[in-house]
């Protein structure tokens, strides 16, 4: 999902997908979240990438996209796979098993722009401006907000914090490595390949968890529907589409968005509460992002 010569990409990638991803993106915290009261968590995941690599496979069949022409784009695309797929997801709903709630999750994954800013003028030769880190800094300055209003209803608990801290190092580490190393594949081949390396990474980690079998039933059913059409298929291909399209600033600058976006679905089908002082945060967060973002 690439747009050719054109460092802006399309119209449509500049203006609707942004909104698509952030609000397929920002569901999935508390859709895995449910989803964790019917089944262990690489069970869910493992389910999850093999519908997924399936649903690629037969689009593969028929449509026969050109496959990568070098081994290292295999690779890429399989790291890639790797870092999102095992290392994020995977740690990300081992954190929400642990007892991290979903808004918190969230807004410790608001944190991944600022990583990558600090990161991409070295790692890509990206050139970050003077406008960029205002945004970004106003943007920190929300998130943080809001960490700590949601630290006063209690803190998380310490391993399960740990997990998503090492999650958002392998969310950071695979926009900085699609950014640099990622090319103009076809996205049925791209998904088919990363997805295939995800499944394989999350793997061993499936046969060694001690858990009970998924719990089947039809809310259960809605939550794979979500976490492998629009999650899996839609918002990740978009988020690797914006990656290659854009600055990886601009576009990791979107995550500040999610935060907001998770922690009022979470308080609609969760229940979590969302304190008066992380709403200003939030505010602060959006004006942020509207600095970076701008054309």
Partial sequence: MT???DPTGPRWLSNVAPLVFLAL??????????????GPPMSILALRYALVVAIMAALFG??????????????????????????????????????VTAGMTALLMSLQ?????????????????????IG????????VLVIVARLEIGAPPVAGFALAVLGLA??????????????????VTANLIGYGAGFIGILPFW??????????????????????????VIAVGLLLAMIRAGQVARVSALMFLVPPLAGLIAWTLLGE????????????????VWLVTRP
């Fill in 170 to 187: 392998g969310i950071t580490a695979a926009t900085l490595w699609e950014k640099r190393f990622g090319l103009s594949h076809h996205p």
């Fill in 207 to 232: 046969l060694m968890q001690d858990a009970g079998p998924i719990n089947w039933s039809w809310e259960f059913a809605a939550v794979m529907v979500y976490l492998v059409i629009g999650n899996s």
């Fill in 136 to 143: 970004l800094i106003l943007a920190l300055a929300g998130a």
């Fill in 3 to 5: 747009t050719g010569g």
């Fill in 273 to 288: 509460s969302m304190p008066a002082l992380a709403w200003a945060g939030l505010a602060l967060a959006g004006g942020g």
């Fill in 25 to 38: 993106w920002s569901g999935g915290y508390s859709v895995a979240k449910i989803g964790l009261e019917h």
């Fill in 113 to 133: 722009p600022i990583l990558v800013a600090l990161i991409a003028p070295r790692w890509s030769g990206e050139s970050v401006g003077r406008r960029v880190w």
């Fill in 62 to 99: 028929v449509m026969r996209p050109p496959l990568p022409k070098r081994a290292a784009d295999w690779g890429h695309l399989a790291l890639v796979g790797l870092l999102i797929q095992t290392v994020y997801f995977g740690l990300t709903y081992l954190a929400l098993e642990a007892g």
